[in-house]
């Protein structure tokens, strides 16, 4: 057939086989293309300045993607027209017990409990830019300029979602609060809906309960979602598998595979939907280096008064149990909108008993920080295995840190709640866009921007579980979120 290559090709053509001296001599003087990735320079036979770069058209991107940001696209974006966004409140239909009356009475007078709240709005944004020349040249993927501002509103994205979930006002003032400043403050009982893990795994029997504390008076809801880190996720499916639901039909095994794809479960309470979020995560490790712009981030603290136990004060809970005494050490990190500071060793290790606490001093540094995140070793453990357990708002130029163990380094927490407009809206005074920069270089800069806040109606809707740890043996990593990242 005519276009197809056979041996009979190369009849004639020693190839591989015995050549001559002179065969030799002229093969050394061949080109040889070689392997560099640099430019080896100028000499006889060197073929890499005919090379042309094979370089593929497709972006391979290695972060995150869009799908990983679960709860901003879940959640109903509503109109806003003021930077402080106000909503009513019916708390109670009347707060008397007298409903029964005697034949002939008059039924007790009662009234209806409201109440006004707030949200202020917020403001997130980032600078892009991109040399003149830079947007001249033929790029190998698209439009540089369109591509930094799809990679500006990833960038955004991330911290949208984030803050969605841990954004505390009282610890970074520009931040807005997020669910779990929301739920715990304004839950009617923060107490009930809040479920302390203390470093156990989430199971089926959890979930149960929180969806119950839902359900129940005071807070009327129905959950529906539940937001939790990867590895708390895997742990949870994990406990569904002892007692694998088999389908009775046989299409349920598809072209030989089996196992369980968990994406939520019946509580007693109605249909919860599982939604593992990247964001989420377990507690970090101690960073060793600073993170954030120069001049801008806080300055490392310094010790005041080191890592004490000391007897509980009045009103005061301790979570130090006779298993948890032993040996601690503790390192600070000092953090405001910018960024956060390289860690301070606190002097230790600390002994720490049953029924106690522990108090610490830290003075700011030359550039004082909003708060301070608190991080501590494990049990008899060395320095080096220090992680976040506490963040704490700064009080002056000197900050008690008090740690009661009720926070355990190294966990997570997940978040359960009613998933539509009853419970929360997010209110966008400015939805993302693009605002261009004058020109002052030759290069082209713009601001990415949005304008919000989560608006939290009913936070007894919902519960948080805190210090979900992982299940005994799991694999892999805890994780633990990147500084820098």
Same mark, same amino acid.
């Given at each position: 057939?005519?276009?197809?290559?056979?041996?009979?090709?190369?009849?004639?053509?020693?190839?591989?086989?015995?050549?001559?001296?002179?065969?030799?001599?002229?093969?050394?003087?061949?080109?040889?293309?070689?392997?560099?990735?640099?430019?080896?320079?100028?000499?006889?036979?060197?073929?890499?300045?005919?090379?042309?770069?094979?370089?593929?058209?497709?972006?391979?991107?290695?972060?995150?993607?869009?799908?990983?940001?679960?709860?901003?696209?879940?959640?109903?974006?509503?109109?806003?027209?003021?930077?402080?966004?106000?909503?009513?409140?019916?708390?109670?239909?009347?707060?008397?017990?007298?409903?029964?009356?005697?034949?002939?009475?008059?039924?007790?007078?009662?009234?209806?409990?409201?109440?006004?709240?707030?949200?202020?709005?917020?403001?997130?944004?980032?600078? /892009?830019?991109?040399?003149?020349?830079?947007?001249?040249?033929?790029?190998?993927?698209?439009?540089?300029?369109?591509?930094?501002?799809?990679?500006?509103?990833?960038?955004?994205?991330?911290?949208?979602?984030?803050?969605?979930?841990?954004?505390?006002?009282?610890?970074?003032?520009?931040?807005?609060?997020?669910?779990?400043?929301?739920?715990?403050?304004?839950?009617?009982?923060?107490?009930?809906?809040?479920?302390?893990?203390?470093?156990?795994?989430?199971?089926?029997?959890?979930?149960?309960?929180?969806?119950?504390?839902?359900?129940?008076?005071?807070?009327?809801?129905?959950?529906?979602?539940?937001?939790?880190?990867?590895?708390?996720?895997?742990?949870?499916?994990?406990?569904?598998?002892?007692?694998?639901?088999?389908?009775?039909?046989?299409?349920?095994?598809?072209?030989?595979?089996?196992?369980?794809?968990?994406?939520?479960?019946?509580?007693?309470?109605?249909?919860?939907?599982?939604?593992?979020?990247?964001?989420?995560?377990?507690?970090?490790?101690?960073?060793?280096?600073?993170?954030?712009?120069?001049?801008?981030?806080?300055?490392?603290?310094?010790?005041?008064?080191?890592?004490?136990?000391?007897?509980?004060?009045?009103?005061?809970?301790?979570?130090?149990?006779?298993?948890?005494?032993?040996?601690?050490?503790?390192?600070?990190?000092?953090?405001?909108?910018?960024?956060?500071?390289? =860690?301070?060793?606190?002097?230790?290790?600390?002994?720490?008993?049953?029924?106690?606490?522990?108090?610490?001093?830290?003075?700011?540094?030359?550039?004082?920080?909003?708060?301070?995140?608190?991080?501590?070793?494990?049990?008899?453990?060395?320095?080096?295995?220090?992680?976040?357990?506490?963040?704490?708002?700064?009080?002056?130029?000197?900050?008690?840190?008090?740690?009661?163990?009720?926070?355990?380094?190294?966990?997570?927490?997940?978040?359960?709640?009613?998933?539509?407009?009853?419970?929360?809206?997010?209110?966008?005074?400015?939805?993302?866009?693009?605002?261009?920069?004058?020109?002052?270089?030759?290069?082209?800069?713009?601001?990415?921007?949005?304008?919000?806040?989560?608006?939290?109606?009913?936070?007894? /809707? =919902?519960?948080?579980?805190?210090?979900?740890?992982?299940?005994?043996?799991?694999?892999?990593?805890?994780?633990?979120?990147?500084?820098?990242?």
């Amino acid at each position: 057939m005519q276009g197809n290559v056979s041996w009979r090709d190369y009849a004639g053509v020693e190839g591989y086989g015995v050549p001559s001296p002179d065969d030799l001599a002229d093969l050394r003087k061949a080109l040889t293309a070689g392997q560099s990735i640099n430019n080896p320079g100028v000499s006889a036979g060197e073929g890499f300045p005919l090379r042309i770069e094979s370089l593929e058209n497709t972006l391979k991107v290695v972060t995150y993607r869009m799908d990983d940001v679960r709860l901003w696209q879940s959640v109903t974006k509503l109109p806003a027209f003021n930077t402080v966004e106000e909503h009513n409140r019916l708390r109670e239909y009347g707060s008397g017990v007298a409903a029964f009356i005697d034949e002939g009475d008059l039924p007790e007078s009662d009234d209806s409990t409201y109440s006004r709240e707030y949200s202020v709005v917020k403001y997130m944004g980032v600078t /892009r830019s991109v040399s003149h020349v830079m947007s001249l040249i033929r790029p190998a993927h698209g439009n540089v300029i369109a591509q930094e501002t799809v990679n500006g509103t990833a960038w955004l994205l991330r911290q949208v979602e984030r803050a969605l979930f841990f954004g505390d006002s009282t610890m970074i003032p520009q931040q807005w609060d997020g669910l779990v400043k929301q739920i715990t403050a304004g839950a009617p009982n923060p107490t009930l809906n809040v479920i302390d893990m203390r470093g156990r795994p989430l199971s089926e029997d959890a979930l149960n309960d929180g969806c119950l504390i839902v359900k129940t008076e005071p807070n009327y809801g129905r959950a529906t979602d539940l937001y939790l880190a990867d590895g708390a996720f895997s742990d949870l499916a994990k406990g569904f598998y002892p007692a694998e639901r088999i389908p009775l039909n046989p299409a349920g095994w598809q072209n030989g595979m089996v196992g369980l794809n968990i994406q939520g479960f019946y509580s007693q309470f109605g249909p919860i939907k599982f939604s593992p979020d990247t964001f989420i995560q377990f507690g970090p490790v101690a960073p060793s280096t600073a993170a954030g712009p120069s001049g801008k981030r806080p300055s490392t603290p310094t010790e005041s008064v080191a890592p004490t136990e000391v007897s509980l004060g009045g009103g005061e809970t301790s979570y130090w149990v006779a298993s948890d005494s032993g040996d601690y050490y503790y390192k600070v990190c000092a953090i405001n909108r910018y960024g956060r500071s390289a =860690a301070v060793a606190m002097t230790g290790p600390c002994t720490v008993s049953s029924g106690k606490k522990v108090t610490m001093t830290v003075a700011d540094g030359s550039d004082a920080g909003t708060a301070f995140e608190l991080y501590r070793s494990t049990k008899d453990g060395l320095a080096t295995t220090c992680k976040l357990a506490k963040t704490t708002a700064r009080s002056g130029a000197t900050t008690v840190l008090t740690d009661w163990n009720a926070e355990l380094p190294g966990t997570s927490k997940a978040v359960l709640i009613q998933q539509n407009l009853e419970f929360f809206s997010f209110k966008q005074l400015a939805p993302f866009l693009k605002i261009p920069l004058a020109t002052i270089s030759t290069a082209i800069r713009w601001m990415q921007l949005i304008y919000g806040t989560p608006v939290v109606y009913a936070p007894g /809707r =919902a519960v948080i579980y805190k210090n979900v740890g992982r299940a005994s043996g799991s694999a892999g990593l805890d994780n633990s979120r990147l500084y820098g990242v």
